[in-house]
């Protein structure tokens, strides 16, 4: 599979059952995806983060290379705004101090980043999967592949949200968002609907 910064529900959705989980690092970097960006559900409806880049988005390295910008304080404004969405959420006093070190560690790498978060993230969620990084170039033909998952599915089933009174169910958010809300009945509405 792709890195992906807070990767959607969907994807979790979609390695749920997976004993092992290979990141696919040799492949260029692509704008406009999920590898440095993600979709929360905040007050004012979805409001998508994005992590600067060296050499900004139109850069061209293979993932595995692409180094994270501090030129800006983007830590502090993802941190505040995941704060701002999910404070009041069920689950986020619960979580946020598992959260929170990733906002205050300076990576040099996109991919450390994403890995570490997933890794979090399959922790919480109780999925025993086992992350590895490619040897060489995926294809999604692999025959030692079981999947290839880039875009993956996503059966909408609305789960409380706490702006949903104002904007209804957001779909194809980040897997921080079913955590803050659903907590330890997370890992049951992966299996639902897959």
């Given amino acids: ?30 704008k406009s995806t999920w590898q440095n960006r993600c979709k929360i559900a905040g007050a004012n409806g979805p409001i998508l983060l994005t992590v600067p880049l060296e050499g900004g988005r139109g850069t061209r390295k293979m993932i595995k290379d692409v180094r994270i910008s501090y030129e800006q304080r983007w830590q502090q404004v993802h941190w505040n705004s995941i704060c701002s ?3 009041k959420s069920s689950y986020f006093e619960y979580y946020e101090d598992q959260f929170r070190p990733f906002y205050e560690k300076q990576y040099l790498f996109l991919m450390d980043l994403n890995v570490d978060l997933l890794t979090m993230c399959f922790r919480i969620l109780s999925m025993g999967c086992e992350i590895k990084p490619s040897d060489g170039p995926l294809q999604a033909d692999d025959e030692n592949s079981t999947a290839f998952i ?21 779909a194809e958010v980040s897997i921080i968002d ?13 299996q639902k609907i897959k």
């Avoid at 792709?2 to 059952?17: G, I, M």
């Fill in 178 to 190: 079913l955590i803050f809300n659903m907590g330890p009945e997370s890992k049951a509405y992966l």
């Fill in 150 to 170: 880039s875009k993956p599915k996503f059966n909408v089933v609305p789960y409380y949200q706490v702006f949903q009174e104002r904007h209804g169910f957001i």
């Fill in 1 to 30: 599979m792709d890195t992906n910064y807070l990767a959607p529900v969907a994807l979790f959705a979609e390695v749920e059952s997976f004993s092992t989980v290979i990141f696919n690092t040799e492949q260029k970097f692509r």
């Fill in 85 to 87: 969405a999910y404070r």
